[in-house]
Structure formats: C-alpha cells, structure tokens
C-alpha cells in the first residue's frame, strides 16, 4: 500500500520541480495565471487525495429463503406477474398485453352497463368477447411511472387495446395465455443494495423453452419494485450441438435457433428467438401417410438456406425418427407464424435421395446450380415455385394475371376450391402476395382482383349469409396482400342488436336485404364513416375478375415460355 500511495505525490513533486512549468501552453486561451506554479495547498490536496480509500463496492449478498418466499408471492399477484410471462429487455420493451393481462392491481372492478355501451359503441361490437379489464388513465400512467420510470405508451399496441375518451379509459380484453393455472417461485436471487436479480421457476410439466426459468432484474424504490428487464432461459436443456445463431433475413437481426434434447413425450421441440422473445417454433412431428404419424428422436443436421426466392433463408432439418431417416423443410411465409411445413416435398426427396440424404443432395435436388436462388426474370422464377408446388401435390392449376398494372404479371397458384397463392416479381427476388389464403368453406367462395388496380376483393358468409363480410384489399409496397376497409353487413332484422341472428329474428325476416351495415378503416389514418363509404363505393366501380388459375403444371411452362 504504501508504494501505490507514494506514485501520486512523485508525479506532483516532478511537477512542481520543473516538468510542469509549460503544461499550459496548449490552451489557446491560456493567459498569464496558466504559468503560475503550484501552491503549496495545492501539494497538500493532491496527497489527501491520493492518501484517500477508494470508495468501497457495495456487496452482492444472496437471499435468505425468507425473502425469496416473499417475492414468491409478491410475484404471483396481479401487480408484478404480468412481468414474468413475456420477456423484455428494458423498460420501454415491455409488452403491455403480458403486463397488463391479470389486471396488473389496477383494473376495474363492477363496470357499469353504461360504460360497457360506450367501449362497445367505441369498438363498433355488439358484446364483449373474451375477458374484458378497464384501466383508469390515471391509474395506467402512473403504473408506469411507478414500476418502469417511463411514460405510458402514446400508441396502443394492437386491436384488443382501446382508449375511450369519453371515459378516460384504456380497455383491454383478452381469451387465454399459455400460463394460465401456472404459478412462479423465486428459487434463488441476490442483490446489491437496491438492485435485484431473481431467477423464477414455473410450476409446470417441463423447464424449458417458453416454460424455462426466469431471470428478472429491478429496484426497490421504498415499497415498490421498478423493472428493468426480464430473461427467459432459452437454452436450458438445449442440444448444444444444433444451438447456434443465423442471420435469416439479411434486414433483420440474428435468429437465436434452439433444438432442445429428445423427450419422451414431446420429441424434440424447435424455437427461433429474436431479441430474446419467442419468434415461432418448428414441428419435428413426421407424416408419412394418414394413418401415422411419428417424432424426429435426433437432429443430425441443420442448414439454412432460401429455396423459394424470397431473399430469406429457408430452414432444413435432417433427423431421425422410428420410420428411418427423415427431412423437414420449412419455408419462410409472410405472416405471423414466419415459416411453413413443405408437406409433400418432404416425402418426394426422401424417396428420391433414399440413402444419399444430406444437406448438399437436399440442397442440389431444390435448387440445381442455382444456389443462391436468384433469378434474372420472372419467368425463371415462377418455374422454379411452380417447381415446388408441383413436387407438394399435382392438384394445382397454374395461371398469370395482371394485379398491379405493371410489365410482369402476378403469378396465382391454385389449390382448386381449397386455397389459392399469389406471387410478384421484382428485382431478382419473389414476393408472396397471398400464402395458401384458405376459401370454398364457411361462406368464403373466393378472392377477387381489379385489372392493374392493386385492389384485391373478398366476400365471407355467416350464419348461413344471413351476415356478410366484404372485404377490400391491396398490397402495400409488394408485400402480402391485406385488408384496408371492410364492411359488415346483416340481411335480417337485427331485433336485440347483437348482430347474430337468432331463429326469431330469421323467421321475422321476410326478404333478403341489407337492413344494416357497418364499416370499418383497417388503415392507420383517421377517416369518418363517409370517408371510408366514399372509398370503398370507389372500389365497387371496378371490375373484377376471379384470382384462380386454368392450366396444369406442364401447360403452365410452357404458357411461361410465351408469355
């Protein structure tokens, strides 16, 4: 100790003695005081300071089995459990439909019928679905304010979240979560002064993927806890052999792919994660023909790669189950559920490679040379997706259609009275306009488009068409087609204003007509109801034709061919 304490006074004696007479001199706006010497004082300060004990860190100490029986409880109340369900990585990462899913202790209890009227008129519904909780503005600001030291969200995350202004209220509703009837339990924790770390673990079957512990780090300010992130352990009982990180979309972050170890029960599970939050999981489920179906024991390989054109790489698994070697193919989609099963190519190139199945044949039998999947034109390119689909099944018909009005048409891929797909082309890249959009059953009897129009048209019937839904759609920048307006529409007399028709209310309807409508902005730009009438009459001066295709897999190439 004493050589540590005597470097500081050295270097301030060099100073004085001669080296620090010019230590000013490269301050341009040094004057005369620059080149004064050193005070005797000065000497005396420097050395108290170097003399001084640094300041002491603080101790991490663990928690007695006490304080985690605490927060056990603490954390299985509706305040702070909505923080352990869903993973966030600050406090402006969280996700208000987790935090607030129980109530968070601020609901509202007995909402008078008349409030329930005035949300019900505010969402344009006839009842409330599912559970339904009511947040005082008042109260919802200052839970954040409190237990996240941040301001409430200005924007409201989704559909199931409304703002009444008339009662300065923010309403919620919701159905089920996966962690209903599952309690958490602090099992070890420790802290350093007011900061906390916890791990939970959950009252269920198994620990791991989205029932895997979890990690929460907060403060205690007086009684209250200020969070600041929450960690669910993803690769707990992961095989770390096919565990890795993969750049899937090159817009994008990395993708956290997690193969956890074969279960008895449930083979083996797949996750991807981004940012540390659930993205999809991957079935490793395996259907060879109708009557059976069986589960992946082992992964033997992982490889990604794009085999149907999207500029996003694709996934291949290769594994085995009792039934031998098997191969799953998944493919990137543009919806929320991120990638898709490829039956039927599945089964094709197992027969096909037979004892020669590896990433590489896989990878040759998809893509030939080609294996970046690019191509120069929209003919090259919509033979090799017609490829696939031909591989998936023969009962699709093939067709061009002109969607958008520009010089490459639209490709549709039809399922002939079970679902229909859509594709564009641009710039070396597919585009899926419509993934395998479902129709012939309840009341869909299709999709429609306007000629060069990029409007696309649906009509849906319930209750046997006694209530119609219209729907109006476009694709936005050349991404998946979806709706902008919509209307709802009831061919009966709506009695008890519940827009479901009863018995009663079909016999007391003598004619089919429209006897009410109601219309809905699916866009996020404000518009009254005549705006989105004046739009959607618009649309209506249109011509339509049906999206559907007309030739077989081999007349289709060559109608590529001349196109």
């Known amino acids: 100790m004493k050589i540590k304490k005597l470097l500081p006074i050295l270097a301030i004696t060099l100073l004085v003695s001669g080296c620090g007479k010019d230590i000013n001199t490269n301050n341009a706006d040094s004057g005369s005081d620059a080149s004064k010497a050193i005070t005797s004082e000065e000497v005396q300060s420097a050395e108290e300071s170097a003399n001084a004990e640094p300041a002491q860190a603080e101790d991490t100490s663990e928690l007695s089995e006490s304080e985690l029986d605490e927060f056990t409880a603490l954390f299985n109340t509706p305040e702070y459990r909505g923080f ?96 209903d009837g599952i309690d958490f339990k602090c099992v070890s924790g420790e802290k350093v002064g007011d900061s906390y770390t916890l791990r939970f673990e959950l009252s269920a079957d198994k620990h791991y993927e989205r029932f895997a512990d979890r990690i929460i780090k907060f403060t205690k300010d007086d009684d209250n806890l ?51 939050k659930f993205m999809t999981s991957i079935s490793t489920n395996i259907w060879r023909n109708s009557d059976y179906d069986t589960k992946l024991n082992q992964v033997t390989a992982v490889s990604f790669f794009d085999f149907n054109a999207d500029g996003v790489k694709d996934i291949l698994i290769i594994g085995e189950s009792d039934m031998g070697e098997n191969i799953i193919l998944e493919e990137s989609v543009p919806n929320e559920y991120y990638y898709e099963r490829c039956y039927g190519i599945n089964e094709k190139l197992e027969e096909e490679l037979a004892d020669n199945i590896t990433v590489s044949s896989v990878k040759k039998a998809l893509l030939g040379d080609n294996t970046e999947c690019r191509f120069d034109n929209y003919k090259d390119a919509y033979a090799h997706i017609a490829k696939l689909y031909n591989m998936s099944s023969d009962g699709y018909v093939y067709g061009l259609i002109d969607g958008d009005g520009d010089d490459i048409p639209e490709l549709v891929i039809d399922g002939q ?53 219209d729907s109006y759609m476009t694709s936005h920048n050349g991404m998946e087609i979806s709706t902008d307006y919509y209307v709802e529409s009831l061919f009966f007399k709506d009695t008890d204003g519940d827009r479901t028709p009863s018995e009663e209310e079909l016999s007391a309807t003598d004619e089919m007509d429209v006897f009410n409508a109601f219309y809905y902005n699916c866009t996020d730009q404000e518009m009254s109801e005549d705006e989105i009438k004046a739009k959607i009459d618009e649309f209506d001066t249109y011509q339509y034709e049906e999206v559907t295709g007309d030739v077989g897999y081999d007349d289709f190439l060559n109608v590529l061919i001349a196109s």
């Open 417 to 469: 009275g079970y679902n229909v797909s859509l594709y564009s082309f641009d710039n070396g890249i597919v585009h899926c306009l419509m993934y395998q959009w479902a129709y012939g059953a309840g009341g869909n009897y299709g999709y429609m488009y306007a000629p060069g129009k990029n409007v696309y048209i649906n009509h849906n019937n319930d209750y046997a068409g006694a209530v119609q839904y």
């Open 226 to 276: 200020v969070m600041e992130s929450n960690s669910i352990m993803w690769d707990d009982n992961c095989d770390e052999s096919q565990t890795f990180d993969i750049e899937l979309n090159p817009s994008g972050s990395p993708i956290h792919f997690v193969t956890y170890k074969p279960d008895p029960e449930d083979g083996i599970k797949i996750v991807l994660v981004k940012d540390g």
């Open 84 to 179: 352990l369900t869903d993973p966030f990585n600050s406090p402006e990462d969280v996700d208000l439909s987790a935090v607030f899913y129980y109530g968070a202790g601020i609901d509202v209890k007995d909402v008078s019928e008349d409030e329930i009227s005035d949300y019900l008129a505010a969402v344009n519904r006839a009842e409330v679905y599912g559970d339904l909780f009511v947040f005082r503005a008042k109260d919802f600001d200052e839970f954040f304010e409190t237990h996240l030291k941040t301001d409430a969200p200005k924007d409201l995350p989704n559909s199931y979240w409304t703002y009444v202004a008339g009662r300065d209220s923010y309403y919620y509703y919701h159905w089920s979560s996966t962690y």
